[in-house]
């Protein structure tokens, strides 16, 4: 079974600052990694796929990047929209799909 | 646009079965690319995938709830089902439907319906 860790469990940041997001697999991934918002009370929303690609409609200020077992997601230039909860998901070994545990980003 | 739309009872009790339905609206079950998938969300908790049916039928499933789940499509309706067995107060949850895209990652969901398991 692969296990997906995202740290840390909250991140306080400020609006107009930037985050910085971790997802770690326990065993390499390659690049089939994806990104999820979810806000309070929404169903989840893709962000990121690859590891880099952005999903349609989503602004330049995310980004994403790593592969093999690492992986960041970056949001610069918070804006209040953004303080949600993220998750990250592999698909490298499909049909199986784990997901981490999620990142809190509060306001700070 | 595509639409995802879960419907089904908000309780449940222990050892029965949990039925829900995905409507998809604005598109076709019966896309070559699109897998439609079940996850859940229990309260305060992260995401689990549960299985996805292809419209031709193909199927797959989370090992840890494979002995409990079926899945199946209905394409003249433009459907998806899941019927999770022998429900337990764990089941209690947030059901998504949501479309895996060409098996990958999961591009479009539902809102959700939470399910409560009670007697």
């Known amino acids: 079974e692969i296990v997906m860790t995202q740290s840390p469990a909250t991140l306080s940041v400020s609006p107009g600052e930037r985050a910085t997001l971790s997802c770690r697999a326990s065993?390499?991934?390659?690049?089939?990694l994806a990104w999820y918002q979810q806000r309070v009370g929404q169903p989840p929303r893709l962000l990121i796929y690859s590891a880099s690609t952005r999903a349609s409609g989503v602004p330049a200020r995310f980004s994403g990047s790593g592969s093999g077992t690492d992986f960041t997601l970056t949001i610069s230039g918070l804006q209040s929209e953004d303080f949600a909860v993220y998750y990250c998901q592999q698909y490298n070994y499909w049909p199986m799909y784990t997901f981490g545990q999620g990142t809190k980003l509060e306001i700070k | 646009q595509v639409q995802l739309h879960e419907s089904g009872p908000g309780l449940v009790k222990p050892s029965e079965t949990l039925s829900l339905t995905c409507t998809v609206s604005?598109?076709?079950?019966?896309?070559?690319?699109?897998?439609w998938s079940w996850i859940r969300q229990p309260p305060g908790q992260g995401l689990e995938w549960i299985a996805y049916v292809f419209y031709s039928g193909s199927t797959n499933f989370s090992p840890s709830l494979q002995s409990r789940v079926t899945i199946s499509a209905d394409t003249s309706k433009n459907q998806f089902s899941l019927n999770l067995s022998s429900v337990t107060a764990a089941d209690t949850a947030v059901y998504y439907c949501?479309?895996?895209?060409?098996?990958?990652?999961?591009?479009?969901w539902g809102q959700g319906t939470l399910v409560t398991v009670s007697s």
């Open positions: 065993r390499s991934v390659s690049s089939n």
């Open positions: 949501a479309r895996l895209n060409s098996g990958y990652f999961f591009d479009l």
């Open positions: 604005g598109g076709s079950v019966s896309s070559a690319t699109s897998y």
